[in-house]
């Protein structure tokens, strides 16, 4: 073992720093008093002890440097973390030296460290404040007494563009006069006061546009000298305000459209109180609203439908059926029974809860009494029917005719015994009107009034109403008899009549599209909203920035889910009456407009890193309507976007062709099923389903994008296969031609 003089030990042990000295072994030659204390070792005897042996905690990288140092590489380190036997975590400052013996060669080697926990503690308490202020989403700083600026944050540099060179300088200085002033004297008060307070500003962006900010300021005491501070925070509320002005229109909407449905609408409690009903149910049960919330369905409803009306009832607050349609009786006031058919659903809330039933009632006493009328005169007409002179006929199971009666010479020209025994297919006209028949026959097992075109004996056409049914002997269809009627008359009189009542069913089709719609899709949205507002101004104080944020973004959420279907379903509205006009201009910069229909959905498509490629070579005139034509690749790159996976590319491609432009949105998402093709442009279909990220339609979109490519006289069609993407192709043809 190497050793070195008794007075080297002496002037090491006097050394004011945590030092030790060791051989090429690691044994310990000399260490100092700091190092003994700080490393708490007052009951061993060091010398001539393995290091490793004090140390038996330390990792494999320690040995490493000692074996580097002792081969004549030196190391240090201003900051560096060990860990104890017990646990603990200290950081020291270190460094390790070789040292030669009187020949020259390595002899041992000097260890210095120094415990700078505490040192590196405070400044990484600094950092990570310093880190969690600047990523705060709101303007935070910090003035003294004289009103000058000590700290600010880089959203408050950012926010009202200032460098950071004005830390140091006075309010005036920074803002001007009349704000100082005003900041001076807010300042003032809170010092004086001791208390919180909070402020409403307005501050114009760099657009002139204001925005607002709520501002909360505070008292405390500066470190050392600094005296008293004021801290403050602000945030802006622009969107807050803005989305709380848009709620308040769409609560105004839901609340005319619900007060002024044609039908009865109701919000029922779990517990099967009426928390508000409509002027219609009020007028279908004959109680005023004020009577009704004062009554339970169990008041009103007929006590042999109400064992049933609970289950439903419990089932939908359970969650077991989502929504559910039924019939059932209610009890006038004036004690008559009332019948009514209702479509319910069960809202939640936040935390899944039952908050309350939504009801659509409709009175459908007047059909009832009918169909009960018809069950109780079924007889009666029955012998009435066989007797008039409407063809009453009978076939066997392959469809060859056993029976008809003499009346169908005066129809069709051919006598009883020339038509017993052939097929019913040579009769027909139209031979797709016999396969009609028959699957109607085959799935319900009768068919009234169903309307078929039939040929004379000189081949004239003639329109049938039709009653038919299925004969069942012991289980078995053995064959169909029925009844004919000739309504070519009729016809020819409905043909009149048509126009008007295609008018009349597609405006009772968008009503119950329009109730449906605002009664499911607009309700979930503004409701979310309300409870997450509520949620917000009930724990405002005790919330955290972070917190305020989250509630706000899902409130935004919430609001631009139902402004994008508002803003559908008035365009739609407006399409299905005829109400947008149709403008069509000379449109010689397309590429902007495509530019601004990308900008509208660029969100969607940043949020889910989804490139949207643009093809569109030279300079292409297209004469359209600006509005519509935006309308159509807006939605077409929307639905593109909804439906293809995050990372993923959608590209829309424009070409001139024989005198017409080409669009195409193509996108690399889910593709569409094959059977689901032919439902997209059917306008009694409304097919919509969720997007890649949970986004959900409303089926409005493809509707729209259908008719205004009909107004310019083009075509809309799609190419797809599942699982690869679809293509979505429209014309727009030269308008100047035509």
Known sequence: MTTISKSFKNIIALTPVPMAIVDTEMRYLAVSERWIRMYELHDQELIGKSHYEVFPEIEERWKEIHTACLSGIDDQSAEDRFERMDGTVIWLK????????????????MMYSEDVTRETHIVMNEKRFQLFMDELPGLCWITNREHILKYANKCFFDTLHLPVEVIGKSLEEIFGLDIAHTAALNNTDILQSGKNKEFLQTVRDKNGHPQYYKTYKFPFQGMGHEGDMVGAVAFNITKSMLLEEELYQSETQFKQAFEHSLIGMALISPEGKWKRVNKSLCLILGYTEDEMKELTIRDLTHKEDLEVSLEILEDLAAGKIGEVK????????????????????????????????????????????IENDLVLSEKKYRTIFENVQDVFYQTDQEGIVTEISPSIEKHSGYTRTEIIGMPVDMFYYYQQDRERIIDQVRIHGFVIDFEVRLKTKNEELRYASVNARLIIEKGQIVGTEGSMRDVTTRKFQENALLALNTELTASNEQKNKLFSIIGHDLRNPISGSLQLLDLTLNDFESSSADEVYTYLSMMKT????????????LIWARSQFNAVSFNPIEIKNLRELIHKSIQTVSPMALKKQIEIVECLKGDLLVYADTGMLETIIRNLLSNAIKFTNPGGVVTITVLES??????????????????????????????????????????????????????HGGKLWVESEEGKGAAFYFIIPDLLDE
């Not at 270190?94 to 080697?109: Q, R, S």
């Not at 039924?326 to 019948?339: F, S, T």
């Not at 919430?558 to 379903?569: G, P, R, V």
């Open 94 to 109: 270190w460094e390790v030296k070789h040292w030669l013996d009187d020949e020259g060669n390595i002899g041992g080697m």
């Open 558 to 569: 919430e609001l631009s889910n139902a402004n994008i279907l508002l803003e559908d379903l």
């Open 326 to 369: 039924y019939e059932k009786r209610y009890i006038h006031k004036n004690g008559k029974p009332i019948w009514v058919i209702i479509a319910a659903t069960m809202l939640y809330d936040s935390t899944g809860m039952p908050l309350h039933y939504v009801s659509q009632i409709e009175d459908i006493t007047k059909r009832k009494e």
């Open 658 to 711: 024989d005198k017409e432009i080409v669009f195409s949105v193509k996108d690399t998402g889910l593709g569409i099923p094959g059977d689901k093709l032919k439902e997209l442009f059917n306008k009694n279909s409304n097919y919509t389903t969720y997007g890649t990220s949970g986004e959900k339609g409303t089926g409005l979109g493809l509707s729209l994008c259908y008719d205004f490519v009909l107004k």
